[in-house]
DNA sequence: CTGAAAGCGCTTACAG
DNA sequence: CTGAAAGCGCTTACAG
């Protein structure tokens, strides 16, 4: 029996350097104040005996985790994963592991929630596409974790967000201007439980649409509002409803593009051509997006996951007790919104 | 200035229950030792102190990080993503925390596969679609670190793959039945130095063209060859290389659904119509190939990632020196593999 | 500038 | 069955 190979510590290369522990972690932490002969020796032990301070007694001693969390609805919802990209992007640059959380319901959403506000998990945690009520956020703030929202908000957590109602908007006013009257529109089950795992987006991006259509003078006709589970399955069922229904909408304007991509099934289902018979307007621009060609509305989802991450970083370097006495609440900071014109959008053949 | 609020430990419970810390750890590793009286007294200390043990000292103590890696190319192959969620699936219900990194270069490659050899970093790790080196096998195999791959094979190191022959012939068999002759073969660069990154199922699934070939008489045209990186765009431009070529295929197999999807681009590109002027298949059946509808080999990538999971915590109950003395090295496995004909193949319109 | 020592919060032989 | 103590591998006041 081969004895378990014990790895090199700090101790081993004192004692190859000549000096004291302290001394080594000294220079191993950049220390400045220790002389050149000491350093040196220190230096060339830990290259011969190629010493890596172990990481989990620095966490214990030191504090900290050296750990951040992302915790999303990665699988059921396709732009989690791009955002994602972006966070990994940028702490792959820093000290900090990055640890997954997948949530897939409100009972997951919960137990990540807490657990992770245990002082000694993570150092630091952004929330993806996922709103925390106002005890999820009081309970942040009062833990002392830095936390950022990316694609939700919440008046007292910093976040980056994409200006919804302003997407809303401009996705609506675009089918108006192509000759559209009849609009519909659809999104995420607003009162379900289930629907307090995703962001207000909905909310805002209907009050987007509401808003283009009356500057319009157009009426708001709730027999063309469907609401349902971010499947690409159901909204298919939705958007059948409404194209089989007696008078149905020209266009479609869906809250995502996993909805838009069902509403195009619906379409292909009922052999209405696209954008001839129907236009559909989507949102998020994920990467599908582009290749099925479908319009839809971009919030730079890798960026926003980038920004969220910087943020994040921010705050680890600004301790709450900063000298100043201020601690700086870093803002929430806003994605632009931009109308991607792509093959499912048109004028409508036959005026309503 | 509020002082932090120092979390609770340990002594605490043992001073509130009036036993030793020793007894409350026994407890909290369940013990069975510990008597009645003592085990309720400090059961009732952990909940009214709602205790939960710093992890970080049990890591350094256990000499165990009680946290997992995935490495993997996410964001440049669709199919690592999915295997991730499979790999979720079975970890989130461990005592085991995810830790992803992700590979876009040979560079960091190397080095995550460096650095998590480290005795201190993580208790194994799962390799998605990276196939290790002699070097880099040999290394995981000395550090006693259990590492499973996915979607790659090494002679030395468990795995989970695919026949990846076996889909090339299903793909190329299928298109042969329906009347092909000259069928094109496009695949990840096989010599390129980035190639290391990908598996050797690139030239598995060459092979299983070559005898799908072969079994029906069909003469092997380097003409119809095409190997670029995994990339939709880059595959576009070699797809039209083969359409315009003077004696061009009536059927391309793409080696993944990126290659396929560029496959599809060119053939838009050009005013072919698929499957009538062109047929295609592609690799993997990514979630985007139902909604594009494209006739593409599925290799059950989540179940894959869930099976990578399976085996690593296998790994990880059964010691090294097993107390038979016998490691018992899991064995790889295979992975199904079945032809999806979708709408993206069918007879060539005219025989060659 | 540098060392001896205490401490981070656990776990686990070792005694009793 | 349970406690006192040593130990995991670092860091960092505290002296000198």
Request: charged content about 20%; hydrophobic content about 40%; proline content about 6%.
């Amino acid at each position: 029996m081969q004895p378990i190979t014990r790895s090199t510590t700090i101790r081993d290369v004192a004692r190859l350097a000549g000096v004291s522990v302290a001394t080594v972690s000294r220079v191993l932490n950049g220390n400045h104040g220790v002389r050149g002969p000491a350093r040196q020796a220190v230096e060339r032990a830990i290259k011969t005996l190629n010493f890596e301070p172990n990481q989990t007694a620095r966490r214990l001693s030191l504090g900290k985790t050296f750990t951040l969390a992302a915790i999303a609805p990665f699988f059921y919802r396709a732009s989690s994963v791009e955002r994602l990209r972006g966070l990994e992007s940028v702490f792959s640059t820093s000290a900090y592991d990055l640890v997954v959380y997948n949530v897939e319901t409100i009972e997951t959403r919960d137990r990540y929630f807490s657990e992770l506000l245990r002082p000694d998990r993570v150092d630091g945690v952004v929330v993806i596409s996922l709103s925390p009520d106002d005890a999820h956020a009081e309970a942040f703030e009062r833990s002392g974790l830095p936390v950022v929202l990316v694609d939700a908000v919440h008046p007292r957590l910093p976040s980056v967000h994409e200006d919804s109602a302003l997407g809303g908007y401009l996705a609506t006013r675009h089918l108006i201007e192509l000759g559209h009257r009849r609009i519909a529109f659809i999104c995420d089950e607003l009162n379900a439980p289930l629907s307090i795992i995703g962001s207000n987006a909905n909310i805002n991006r209907l009050a987007g649409y509401r808003r283009a259509l009356s500057e319009a003078g157009l009426p708001l006709d709730p027999a063309l509002f469907r609401e349902g589970p971010h499947s690409k399955r159901l909204a298919r069922g939705l958007a059948r409803e409404l194209l089989t229904s007696p008078n149905p909408p020209t266009a479609i304007f869906a809250v995502s593009d996993t909805h838009a991509m069902g509403v195009l099934d619906a379409a292909r289902d009922l052999n209405l051509r696209v954008p001839g018979d129907l236009s559909v307007v989507g949102y998020d621009d994920v990467e599908v997006a582009e290749y099925i060609g479908l319009t839809t509305i971009n919030q730079s989802l890798e960026k926003s996951g980038r920004r969220g991450a910087e943020l994040l970083l921010g705050l680890l370097d600004t301790p709450v007790d900063a000298p100043t006495g201020e601690s700086v609440q870093p803002g929430s900071e806003s994605i632009e919104v931009t109308l991607v014109v792509r093959g499912t959008t048109g004028a409508p053949l036959q005026r309503g």
